[in-house]
């Protein structure tokens, strides 16, 4: 039998809490402008590493080509500068030769340089998608703090970078180790084969291998992404004393919006107070509700709500209409209709136009109005 509980019984309501709560929207949003995201190094390095092998060897004929050439022209060219000079090169000429060479190899090296960008680039936005922010690259000065290095130096996760580490040499080294294990028989007769051959030999090798061990390393990656993924969403949980701060924070503390709605809704009932004695007659239940009816035709075309309430404003309602010899009429099905469908301000609709014309009939018969 598996027994199921819930992490959040034991819990503390508190900021010593567990943190059992997943992030926010604006907690993870929070930390994506601090630069804080789910990312791995070991990604973009494996990207790296297998773009680099991969154009190495499709540009391996190209570049040795291009090398091996610079290299005779600049060595062809410097007994014959030597001559105009009688055995000896000025510094000059030196420095020209040797700027040429630089250039000519910084050609070779740029597309390399250039995909190396692309590729991190790349890697970088599949991983945490397009977000611009400096501020991971603000200096903070508590990192100089010597206490807060070495508890850095001695935490969880330097100890978990130091295993990875420690595994991925592991892995790479044993991957190394047969390949090589597998390749030893044609090393052993570079001896018996020209210098270019024994060349072309052991860089086709060693191609090679830096193309398995980069796809051995983007399977590490892999690994590595998914465990950065988990670490920065267990990093992001918060207690539950986080969450209610950060609503209050967002919404406002609901102990403040209750007073605010109280002291909203009082002033709206002295207006409403107010505008009473102005009303025709009061409509009551007779003792839960009141609705005080006015029909101004220079205003609306219809009767409208002057004021309404329920049990004790219903009462105080009543209070102000006797004060100001207002006509209170009883009406329970009307009383109830008017309460529960018409805001104060507002007109009667057309369906209660027979009910409420009959009531206002009666009052200004009443005061000799008809």
Same mark, same amino acid.
């Given at each position: 039998?598996?027994?199921?509980?819930?992490?959040?019984?034991?819990?503390?309501?508190?900021?010593?809490?567990?943190?059992?709560?997943?992030p926010?929207?604006?907690?993870?949003?929070?930390a994506?402008?601090?630069?804080?995201?789910?990312?791995?190094?070991?990604? =973009?390095?494996? &990207?790296? $590493? !297998?773009?680099a092998?991969?154009? @190495? *060897?499709?540009l391996?004929e190209?570049?040795?080509?291009?090398?091996?050439?610079?290299?005779?022209q600049?060595?062809?060219?410097?007994?014959e500068?030597?001559?105009?000079y009688d055995?000896?090169?000025? =510094?000059?000429? &030196?420095? $020209? !030769?040797?700027?040429?060479?630089? @250039? *000519?190899?910084?050609?070779?090296?740029?597309?390399?340089?250039?995909?190396?960008?692309?590729?991190?680039?790349?890697?970088?936005?599949?991983?945490?998608?397009?977000?611009?922010t400096?501020?991971?690259?603000?200096p903070k &000065?508590?990192? !100089?703090?010597p206490?807060?290095?070495f508890?850095?130096i001695?935490?969880k996760?330097s100890?978990?970078?130091l295993?990875?580490?420690?595994l991925?040499?592991?892995?790479?080294?044993?991957?190394v180790y047969d390949?090589?294990?597998k390749n030893?028989p044609?090393?052993?007769?570079?001896y018996?084969?020209?210098?270019?051959?024994?060349?072309?030999?052991?860089?086709?090798l060693?191609l090679?291998?830096?193309?398995?061990?980069?796809?051995?390393?983007?399977?590490?990656?892999?690994?590595?992404f998914a465990?950065?993924?988990?670490?920065f969403?267990?990093d992001?949980?918060?207690?539950?004393?986080e969450v209610?701060?950060?609503?209050?924070n967002q919404?406002?503390?609901?102990?403040?919006?209750?007073?605010?709605r109280?002291?909203m809704?009082e002033?709206s009932?002295?207006?409403?107070?107010?505008?009473?004695?102005?009303?025709?007659?009061?409509?009551?239940?007779?003792?839960h509700?009141?609705?005080?009816?006015k029909?101004?035709?220079?205003?609306?075309?219809a009767?409208?709500?002057?004021a309404?309430?329920a049990?004790y404003l219903?009462?105080k309602?009543k209070d102000?209409?006797?004060?100001?010899?207002?006509?209170?009429?009883e009406?329970?099905p009307?009383?109830?209709?008017l309460?529960?469908?018409v805001d104060v301000?507002?007109v009667?609709p057309?369906?209660?136009?027979q009910?409420?014309?009959?009531?206002?009939?009666?009052?200004?018969h009443?005061?000799?109005k008809?």
């Amino acid at each position: 039998m598996i027994l199921q509980y819930n992490l959040q019984f034991f819990a503390k309501d508190g900021p010593g809490g567990e943190k059992t709560e997943e992030p926010t929207s604006k907690k993870l949003e929070d930390a994506r402008k601090e630069g804080q995201v789910a990312k791995s190094k070991e990604v =973009t390095s494996a &990207f790296e $590493m !297998l773009a680099a092998f991969v154009m @190495l *060897r499709f540009l391996m004929e190209y570049i040795g080509t291009v090398f091996v050439g610079n290299m005779s022209q600049l060595y062809s060219q410097i007994p014959e500068y030597a001559k105009l000079y009688d055995g000896h090169i000025q =510094t000059q000429t &030196f420095r $020209m !030769l040797f700027t040429m060479s630089l @250039l *000519r190899i910084l050609q070779v090296i740029a597309p390399f340089l250039i995909a190396g960008f692309l590729v991190a680039f790349i890697a970088n936005v599949i991983q945490v998608k397009w977000k611009v922010t400096g501020k991971p690259l603000q200096p903070k &000065f508590n990192k !100089l703090n010597p206490v807060s290095g070495f508890k850095r130096i001695f935490s969880k996760n330097s100890l978990m970078e130091l295993v990875k580490s420690f595994l991925k040499l592991t892995l790479i080294g044993y991957v190394v180790y047969d390949y090589l294990k597998k390749n030893m028989p044609p090393l052993y007769q570079l001896y018996d084969v020209s210098l270019n051959q024994g060349i072309a030999q052991v860089g086709t090798l060693v191609l090679n291998l830096g193309i398995r061990i980069a796809l051995f390393y983007m399977l590490i990656a892999a690994a590595d992404f998914a465990y950065q993924k988990i670490k920065f969403k267990n990093d992001m949980k918060m207690t539950k004393q986080e969450v209610k701060d950060e609503y209050k924070n967002q919404e406002g503390d609901p102990q403040i919006k209750g007073k605010q709605r109280q002291r909203m809704m009082e002033a709206s009932r002295r207006r409403m107070m107010q505008q009473l004695p102005e009303a025709d007659v009061v409509i009551t239940n007779p003792t839960h509700f009141a609705v005080a009816i006015k029909y101004d035709p220079e205003t609306y075309d219809a009767p409208f709500v002057v004021a309404k309430g329920a049990d004790y404003l219903a009462q105080k309602i009543k209070d102000v209409a006797k004060e100001n010899h207002i006509e209170i009429v009883e009406n329970k099905p009307l009383a109830r209709m008017l309460y529960a469908n018409v805001d104060v301000g507002s007109v009667v609709p057309p369906e209660l136009y027979q009910a409420v014309a009959e009531v206002l009939a009666f009052v200004y018969h009443l005061q000799g109005k008809v």
